[in-house]
């Protein structure tokens, strides 16, 4: 089977041509044996911990529109749900464990993201991100056992052996408020209902404490995210559990005009089943 590279990047040089010219982009896609239509199927997230060698492997399904349903404009990401993967997998063999050999010889310490589409017979990579990726990483942290600053302090260091982990999957919603996903000279909203019990799951954007009230003061509405890991409830499984977490938390909040999507995960258990069907997972 053979990875196709699609990817992305700024639009300055050749890339901005990719992007207008589409005579341009057949010609490119046929002199490097690429197909010319677009790879259809599922999308997926692979990430990897990396310290000296891969300490930790999970994927990712990403919701980018603004709107249940997957309708609307698209935004930088709307929620995602991250699940524990491992080496032996196809979809990490072919995908991002193609480049273990290169991160090893530029000492690479730190977290890698690929992101691809898959089908039966293709995997269709699109991007590769270098850092913590702002769409997974709250739910990922979910999953995380130890104190966050002690583990990022370590990996960075090289000195990190082991990631530990607790529990399959875990669900994170973003939360925005209008004008979002556009920008406006600035917007401010009181956000109201974070306390200790549940400050651990609300990662908060553009926002500063003024007493015991929290303020929301940004330019495009995107205020943060909840998060949530998922454990076997009653013999339901760990997406239904991580769900209702999410929404539970996120409907104790007052935030005026606050938008979000309660159709995160939804697809997850029919992905899932593909993937498997696949073989990929």
């Not at 490119?28 to 999308?43: A, S």
């Not at 193609?98 to 530029?106: E, F, N, S």
């Not at 499984?237 to 991580?242: G, H, S």
């Not at 977490?245 to 258990?269: A, C, F, P, Q």
Request: with cysteine; hydrophobic share 40%.
């Amino acid at each position: 089977m053979k990875s196709y590279f699609m990817g992305g990047g700024e639009l300055t040089g050749w890339s901005a041509r990719l992007e207008q010219d589409k005579n341009y982009v057949t010609s490119i896609k046929k002199i490097n044996n690429l197909p010319i239509e677009p790879v259809r199927g599922i999308d997926v997230w692979t990430e990897i911990w990396f310290s000296n060698d891969v300490l930790n492997v999970n994927h990712a399904f990403i919701d980018i529109n603004l709107m249940e349903g997957d309708i609307g404009p698209k935004t930088n990401g709307m929620g995602s749900v991250v699940f524990l993967g491992n080496m032996e997998s196809r979809l990490f063999r072919e995908g991002i464990g193609r480049l273990v050999p290169i991160l090893a010889g530029l000492k690479y310490h730190g977290l890698l993201s690929l992101h691809t589409t898959i089908n039966k017979t293709a995997m269709c990579c699109h991007e590769i991100v270098a850092r913590p990726n702002f769409n997974t990483i709250h739910a990922l942290l979910e999953l995380v056992d130890g104190r966050t600053t002690n583990i990022l302090q370590t990996l960075k260091d090289g000195k990190i052996k082991t990631l530990k982990t607790k529990g399959e999957l875990a669900v994170e919603v973003k939360m925005s408020i209008p004008p979002f996903p556009y920008n406006s000279e600035g917007v401010m909203s009181n956000i109201v209902g974070v306390n200790k019990k549940n400050a651990k799951h609300i990662w908060l954007t553009n926002v500063y404490k003024e007493g015991a009230k929290y303020v929301y003061r940004g330019k495009n509405g995107m205020v943060g995210a909840v998060s949530a890991r998922g454990d076997n409830v009653d013999g339901w499984p760990p997406i239904r559990d991580a769900k209702r977490r999410v929404l539970r938390t996120i409907r104790n909040l007052k935030v005026s005009e606050l938008m979000y999507r309660r159709d995160i995960g939804d697809r997850y258990v029919a992905d899932i089943a593909k993937l498997k069907e696949w073989g990929w997972v």
